[in-house]
């Protein structure tokens, strides 16, 4: 999955770089609102089924009912195709009205009628991703993800260079397009049904389904909104109170989170669920979270270190010299996308394990916790609030999580968990204590990732790359 999504990463690249050269912070920061705005309507589209289609598909694979398989899959996607189209119709009567919430100019009211064609399209490429991880279809996963960025890089060039602002805003429902597309034909290649035994065809919508189905959704979709909800809330008070290209140079940072956050914790999540959902005891389930944990931290770790050193370079280079200010912000994202994975990974068994109240009750905490932080924060030392307060939100939330996986499964981080623990968080600390401002900077801070790396990384585990590696090249040759 993560081989597969570098593509992804590279298309993001090529787009954050387009955008900033073309449109500069003020362009990229209406695009980031808009993208704000789609982030939390496409959920409640999909009225918050994918979790729960993800985790009763491969319920009922597991138990061989393909019956059951089919009608989770018809009465999913009825469902968002209605609430997808509705919604659509709804943000676009309402355009001029959010254009003021969201812009603070009615102008901008295009850009929000644009948005409302994505909502649709998105939902259902959404939903048929959730499909295709109740399939543990990992490999159409990662192949879905190469087609939808080869889509994007090939849309926002011309679309951009030509249109400006109306060609970058365009490009996402090009891509949203090529994504319902490319997603059904992914799902029919690796997720195929059986024939129907009945004579007669089923309804659509199966009934019976609504509820459980609901009962996920409902969860999920105050999870989602907890979160979406927040950083629109959040980015419309600093458009408001600094500006939009204030908001464009923090795009840098919940731009660099939103690529390669995702594509960590989704990866590990892909297999990590499927397998909690079908162990039958704690200790299974544990030994599973600490794997994904040092998984994660590993990987979260390394990449953040990684950028963080080499962020007088990559700012510059793939946005402009005009986002530099985003250097005093990049130590406290990190920090907080650091204490986010260890959330996710102690509430990894939640949704599997159907214990859907905690996982709300904790986003919403979540939610509250940004909120007041940064309200108290943003008078007195501006942009900044919003970075601290993302990462005091995910320090609240990693304590509850950690404490409830503690006392319900006895979970406990191990030794070697531990010290990847404090050594990640002293590089990630000193690397922003330290910023590195110059190519000295830069170099110091590539040194201090390889001692890291030396002094947590196992010994097996490296043999066990390199294995891996190995074996992975040579197919491929």
Same mark, same amino acid.
């Given at each position: 999955?993560?081989?597969?999504?570098?593509?992804?990463?590279?298309?993001?690249?090529?787009?954050?770089?387009?955008?900033?050269?073309?449109?500069?912070?003020?362009?990229?920061?209406?695009?980031?609102?808009?993208?704000?705005?789609?982030?939390?309507?496409?959920?409640?589209?999909?009225?918050?089924?994918?979790?729960?289609?993800?985790?009763?598909?491969?319920?009922?694979?597991?138990?061989?009912?393909?019956?059951?398989?089919?009608?989770?899959?018809?009465?999913?996607?009825?469902?968002?195709?209605?609430?997808?189209?509705?919604?659509?119709?709804?943000?676009?009567?309402?355009?001029?009205?959010?254009?003021?919430?969201?812009?603070?100019?009615?102008?901008?009211?295009?850009?929000?009628?644009?948005?409302?064609?994505?909502?649709?399209?998105?939902?259902?490429?959404?939903?048929?991703?959730?499909?295709?991880?109740?399939?543990?279809?990992?490999?159409?996963?990662?192949?879905?993800?190469?087609?939808?960025?080869?889509?994007?890089?090939?849309?926002?060039?011309?679309?951009?260079?030509?249109?400006?602002?109306?060609?970058?805003?365009?490009?996402?429902?090009?891509?949203a397009a090529v994504y319902v597309v490319a997603?059904?034909?992914?799902?029919?290649?690796?997720?195929?049904?059986?024939?129907?035994?009945?004579?007669?065809?089923?309804?659509?919508?199966?009934?019976?389904?609504?509820?459980?189905?609901?009962?996920?959704?409902?969860?999920?979709? /105050?999870?989602? %909104?907890?979160?979406?909800? &927040? +950083?629109? *809330?959040?980015? #419309?008070? $600093? !458009?408001?109170?600094? =500006? @939009?290209?204030?908001?464009?140079?923090?795009?840098?940072?919940?731009?660099?989170?939103?690529?390669?956050?995702?594509?960590?914790?989704?990866?590990?999540?892909?297999?990590?669920?499927?397998?909690?959902?079908?162990?039958?005891?704690?200790?299974?389930?544990?030994?599973?979270?600490?794997?994904?944990?040092?998984?994660?931290?590993?990987?979260?770790?390394?990449?953040?270190?990684?950028?963080?050193?080499?962020?007088p370079i990559w700012v510059p280079l793939f946005?402009?010299?005009?986002?530099?200010?985003?250097?005093?912000?990049?130590?406290?994202?990190?920090?907080?996308?650091?204490?986010?994975?260890?959330?996710?990974?102690?509430?990894?068994?939640?949704?599997?394990?159907?214990?859907?109240?905690?996982?709300? /009750?904790?986003? %919403?905490?979540?939610?509250? &916790? +940004?909120? *007041?932080?940064? #309200?108290? $924060? !943003?008078?007195?030392? =501006? @942009?900044?609030?919003?970075?601290?307060?993302?990462?005091?939100?995910?320090?609240?939330?990693?304590?509850?999580?950690?404490?409830?996986?503690?006392?319900?499964?006895?979970?406990?981080?191990?030794?070697?968990?531990?010290?990847?623990?404090?050594?990640?968080?002293?590089?990630?600390?000193?690397?922003?204590?330290?910023?590195?401002?110059?190519?000295?900077?830069?170099?110091?801070?590539?040194?201090?990732?390889?001692?890291?790396?030396?002094?947590?990384?196992?010994?097996?585990?490296?043999?066990?790359?390199?294995?891996?590696?190995?074996?992975?090249?040579?197919?491929?040759?």
């Amino acid at each position: 999955m993560g081989i597969g999504s570098a593509a992804t990463v590279v298309a993001a690249i090529l787009r954050a770089k387009t955008l900033a050269f073309l449109l500069g912070p003020g362009g990229t920061g209406i695009l980031a609102q808009l993208s704000t705005l789609t982030s939390m309507v496409v959920p409640l589209a999909t009225l918050g089924l994918g979790n729960g289609v993800t985790a009763m598909i491969a319920s009922a694979r597991a138990r061989g009912d393909f019956s059951l398989v089919r009608r989770i899959r018809s009465t999913s996607v009825s469902l968002t195709w209605t609430v997808g189209l509705l919604l659509a119709a709804i943000t676009a009567l309402l355009a001029p009205w959010l254009s003021d919430a969201l812009f603070h100019d009615r102008q901008y009211a295009w850009v929000v009628l644009t948005g409302a064609a994505v909502i649709p399209l998105s939902a259902i490429a959404s939903l048929r991703v959730s499909i295709l991880q109740g399939y543990e279809a990992v490999k159409a996963m990662a192949g879905l993800s190469v087609i939808v960025a080869v889509a994007s890089t090939a849309a926002i060039l011309p679309l951009a260079w030509f249109l400006r602002l109306q060609g970058a805003v365009a490009h996402l429902v090009v891509v949203a397009a090529v994504y319902v597309v490319a997603g059904g034909w992914l799902l029919r290649k690796n997720a195929p049904l059986p024939a129907e035994p009945s004579v007669t065809p089923a309804p659509r919508v199966d009934r019976s389904l609504l509820r459980p189905l609901l009962r996920y959704g409902s969860s999920a979709l /105050l999870v989602g %909104l907890s979160s979406t909800l &927040t +950083l629109l *809330v959040l980015r #419309s008070v $600093l !458009v408001s109170k600094l =500006g @939009l290209e204030p908001n464009g140079i923090y795009q840098v940072c919940v731009g660099i989170s939103g690529l390669y956050m995702p594509l960590i914790l989704s990866s590990i999540t892909a297999v990590v669920w499927p397998q909690i959902a079908a162990q039958t005891s704690d200790a299974e389930t544990t030994a599973t979270m600490r794997q994904a944990l040092r998984l994660g931290l590993l990987l979260m770790t390394a990449a953040a270190g990684a950028m963080l050193a080499g962020a007088p370079i990559w700012v510059p280079l793939f946005y402009s010299g005009r986002f530099l200010p985003a250097l005093d912000l990049l130590p406290f994202q990190f920090l907080g996308d650091y204490v986010r994975t260890i959330a996710w990974m102690c509430s990894i068994w939640l949704v599997p394990k159907n214990r859907l109240r905690p996982w709300v /009750l904790f986003d %919403l905490v979540y939610g509250i &916790t +940004l909120i *007041v932080t940064f #309200s108290l $924060l !943003v008078d007195r030392i =501006g @942009l900044r609030s919003a970075v601290i307060a993302y990462m005091v939100a995910h320090m609240s939330h990693a304590l509850l999580h950690y404490m409830l996986a503690r006392k319900t499964l006895g979970f406990r981080l191990g030794p070697d968990n531990l010290r990847l623990l404090l050594a990640s968080l002293a590089l990630l600390a000193g690397l922003g204590t330290f910023t590195p401002r110059n190519l000295v900077g830069v170099g110091l801070g590539v040194l201090a990732l390889l001692v890291w790396a030396v002094l947590v990384v196992r010994p097996d585990e490296w043999r066990r790359v390199w294995r891996r590696g190995v074996a992975f090249v040579r197919s491929r040759a």
